[in-house]
């Protein structure tokens, strides 16, 4: 091949291979919402996200991501249980495109995989709360935090409220941790544990849907959890439109009280006001890497 020709055929190939380059740095994979999008949620917490028949689901959570898509002109989506251990794990691997089943906005599941994170992006807040307990209606001997050292209280796998608990404030409760919450209301209800514990929200929707058991209405502990709609990275653009929505459904007048109250009416007025985000507190932590930071396509 002449001089001549052998620069051009690299010049050619050269600018090929700067637009596969570029391209392939600007798009996106395939939009995760659709009317065929699947959404992990629990199917054993009352109020929240729960299952009382195979393949139904209703709580605070499902009426949440459930608006959100119709607001986007999507069909209601498809549910399918989640345990707290496995959420981020099912979203990576593609069983689930979005996670709502009560799960925390924390920075280090925000964080990107090559800076120790679980590479989740999240939409939310859409409720916060603080950490309780869960007793036997019939037990008046909890009353403080004091009252509970000493005492049996169940946690379940790959919860905040989990994590708080194992702090060295807390070192005179003794800690049963088992697969999920059912594991733990059972215990309770059959007085083989004096508590259980997790978030707020949470424990009043076993307590309406258990006459037995109560929330001990003094003791809030722990960071606030701050709920979000999970998703793998890489789908900033879809991140963003839930985002969007979310900050509209916060903004109607009684949308989300109404949604709220329907699903969790055992909440006193005072734990919903405090749970009710504001329109800065999604966006500083919606499709992000860091709190507080811009999002980026």
């Known amino acids: ?54 393949g139904e689901y209703n709580g605070f959570d499902v009426a949440v991501v459930g608006t959100l898509m119709n607001m986007l002109g999507y069909d209601t989506p498809r549910f399918s249980g989640v345990l707290s251990k496995n959420r981020a794990k099912l979203l990576h691997d593609g069983d689930v495109q979005l996670v709502a089943a009560t799960f925390s906005i924390t920075p280090t599941r925000m964080a990107p995989k090559d800076k120790g994170g679980d590479d989740l992006d999240f939409v939310g807040p859409y409720a916060s709360t603080l950490q309780g307990f869960l007793i036997r209606a019939n037990d008046r001997s909890i009353r403080t935090l004091a009252d509970l050292n000493g005492k049996v209280v169940c946690v379940w796998k790959g919860t905040t409220s989990a994590n708080e608990l194992r702090k060295a404030a807390y070192d005179k409760i003794v800690k049963r941790t088992e697969e999920d919450a059912n594991y733990c209301v059972n215990a309770l209800k059959d007085k083989e544990v004096d508590a259980v514990s997790t978030d707020q929200l949470i424990l009043y929707g076993f307590m309406q849907a258990n006459p037995s058991l109560r929330v001990v209405p003094g003791i809030k502990f722990g960071e606030p959890n701050d709920y979000g709609i999970a998703m793998a990275k890489g789908h900033r653009k879809d991140c963003v439109r839930l985002r969007d929505m979310l900050t509209q459904y916060i903004r109607q007048a009684t949308a989300w009280e109404r949604d709220f109250q329907n699903s969790l009416p ?17 966006m500083a932590l919606s499709c992000v890497d860091r709190p507080g930071d811009s999002p980026t396509d």
């Open 1 to 54: 091949m002449a001089g001549a020709a052998r620069r051009r055929w690299a010049a050619l190939t050269a600018v090929a291979l700067l637009y596969v380059y570029t391209t392939g740095c600007d798009s996106e994979p395939p939009s995760i919402l659709s009317d065929r999008t699947e959404v992990g949620a629990k199917s054993d917490q009352p109020g929240t996200s729960f299952s009382p028949h195979d």
């Open 266 to 282: 055992a909440v006193p007025k005072a734990a919903r006001d405090e749970a009710k985000p504001t329109e800065d507190e999604v």
